[in-house]
């Protein structure tokens, strides 16, 4: 099977990785099991969940796989006491997304984890690296969720530079073995993949979601401009980012108005809120990456592992005999 040094880093047997997606947005913890069983990295968010619940998440994927996992968190935001809980419990690998690592590095360390930041420029993966990151996400403006401005092309190359020899994964428009195999020729030792994750058959969110991932062009998952009058902001030490969701009502009507969005932000923030509450969050803010364009199923996780790690190694075959034609 596919494999690069970072796989001996992260203990794992394929160079992908899966985003994690918390908050309202819940996937559960069945997904991380599948993918960390299939030899890639599963990830379980921390967002809004509290220590307990953060516990009980550890717990549950401990007895679905004893293969290396990831647990995220984000400075949007940041809740030392799900830290500590976190840290206490001892997870193979902590991440962090969205704001600078500043004293977790050290913290992480001496709990015996790994320490992955996901960063959206070159001077964030600097910081990262300095601050004493293993490994660096370098994420592009195509993901969903809260990205960065630049694209995933142009970055990857720009952070495998400044931080070498650390090893750097590729995020961003990434859904099949052709984005993984790109992202190892831009330098990159393999793939942190959100969005394509989301259309698996563990995801615990809800199909209609999935159904419309899959129905979706690239141009219908667009940023949210007027997110910051909505959505909390980031905490101290956060990012400042924009999310991109797909296209819904709520979405074009209020990226179309967007003063009166700011005028009325208090009652935008309760609709949002509520709708987190009852569980419908997903029918105004979807949060999709650009790469659903390129999804058409939904697919058990194992598969999707074992897909993209197949096609990336056809593609550089194809490839390596090209070149040498």
Known sequence: ML??????????????????LGGPWQQGVELPAAVSNAGGLGSVPTALRTAAQAREDMARLRELTDRPFAVNMTRRPFDPEVFDAVITAGPPVFSLALGAPGDLVGRVHDAGALYVQQVTTVEQALRAAEAGADVIIAQGAEAGGFSGQVSTMVLVPQVVDAVAPLPVLASGGIADGRGLAAALVLGAQGVSIGTRFLASAECAVPDEWKAAIGAAASQDAVKVAFAQHVLPPPTEGGYETVPRSLRTGFVDEW????????????????????????????????????????IGDVAPAADLVHRLAGEAEAVLRTASRAAAD
């Open 255 to 294: 990226n179309a108005r967007g003063q009166e969005a700011a005028d009325r932000a208090d009652v935008l923030r309760n609709q949002v809120m509520t709708a987190m509450q009852n569980g419908t969050a997903h029918r105004l803010l979807p949060l999709t990456g650009q790469c659903a364009g390129l």
């Open 3 to 20: 494999r690069t040094p970072v796989c001996d880093v992260l203990g794992i047997d394929v160079p992908i990785v899966q985003g994690a």
